[in-house]
């Protein structure tokens, strides 16, 4: 089911034109709906856009041109941040931002991320980043996929990509690390404890994970208790939340949560400015009211919704304890 294809194509008009703007309908415009409302991001003190594009959708787009113009709506739009990683259409995501953002540099947040678990392998993959890319650093690189102790256990092993991390902020390449994951909670846990110089996260955050391995109810607070800039994602649950959810009642829950900014995986410029003007007129939800989200969200939990975290049936998933990594 492809995320918010109905929804998106009435908001962009019925009918679409080059690059997919819309034929009959009227532009929004920033500065018509008033500013994307900015977060600072954790202890980085960057200020982001509380929603940012994400391009690890970009294959459902498969077509450059449209990538491209999506790119280009987000930046018009006034978003600050964009969401990338090495692997994502196995590079060519990197290449579709290096064809917009190097024209605007200075006024976006550029994260990419890796998958590579050791230091040669890792620094290897952010060079080839940089160069799709079109840049000579990003502000975020992150440790992409954390799944169980076997992947934090490499991380931080000797000649492990923590190694490629810290060498990569050092040198100015990166100006923050973090880390990402959506497997199991007790993993990102792992990763907090294993090492204290963590500058953001990014974890699956929505209405039905708090009832089934809830990064809200384990993660999110420790994350705040570290100063640390945080980012959702999985915000419409691969869009099966929008079953039973609008997509304004999922981006309002997560963006009512503690966190500082959330990527949104838009196929569709429709579907971008349909995020823009939640964005722009977010209202705060009080406890009652997220409470009925949650409530509402509870017989969709499990791993049949949320198919990219563990199956773990009725028990949660607990790591042991590991040293903390204090440098090679």
Excluded at 46 to 57: D, F, K, Q, W, Y
Aim: charged residues 25%; negative net charge.
């Amino acid at each position: 089911m492809k995320r918010r294809t109905l929804i998106g194509g009435l908001a962009a008009g019925l009918a679409t034109g080059l690059g997919g703007r819309a034929i009959g309908a009227r532009p929004l415009r920033s500065e018509e709906a008033g500013e994307i409302p900015k977060r600072t991001f954790g202890k980085t003190g960057a200020e982001l856009t509380v929603i940012g594009l994400a391009s690890g959708r970009f294959p459902v787009i498969g077509n450059d041109d449209e990538a491209i113009a999506l790119t280009r709506r987000a930046v018009e739009l006034g978003i600050n941040y964009f969401d990338t990683a090495h692997s994502y259409w196995d590079g060519h995501s990197e290449e579709i931002f290096g064809e917009v953002l190097p024209a605007c540099r200075d006024r976006v947040f550029l994260t990419t991320k890796s998958t590579d678990r050791t230091k040669q392998g890792a620094a290897a993959e952010l060079d080839l980043s940089l160069k799709r890319l079109k840049t000579d650093y990003v502000d975020l690189w992150q440790v992409h996929g954390i799944q169980d102790e076997a992947d934090v256990e490499k991380v931080f092993a000797p000649g492990g990509a923590i190694e490629a991390f810290e060498a990569a902020k050092e040198a100015g390449k990166c100006r923050f690390i973090g880390f990402t994951g959506h497997a199991n909670p007790a993993a990102h846990l792992a990763m907090l404890r294993a090492f204290d110089r963590w500058d953001t996260i990014l974890m699956p955050l929505h209405a039905a994970d708090p009832h089934y391995l809830s990064f809200e109810r384990q993660v999110l607070p420790l994350a705040v208790e570290q100063g640390l800039g945080i980012q959702g994602m999985k915000n419409f649950a691969n869009a099966k939340l929008l079953q039973q959810f609008s997509v304004r009642d999922c981006l309002s829950y997560v963006l009512n949560l503690p966190i500082h900014c959330t990527a949104v995986g838009c196929t569709t410029i429709g579907q971008l400015e349909d995020d823009v003007r939640i964005a722009q007129s977010l209202e705060e939800l009080g406890d009652e009211q997220m409470a009925t989200l949650r409530s509402r969200a509870e017989g969709l939990k499990g791993p049949r919704l949320e198919d990219w975290k563990d199956d773990v049936g009725p028990k949660v998933g607990h790591l042991p304890p590991r040293p903390r990594y204090t440098g090679s």
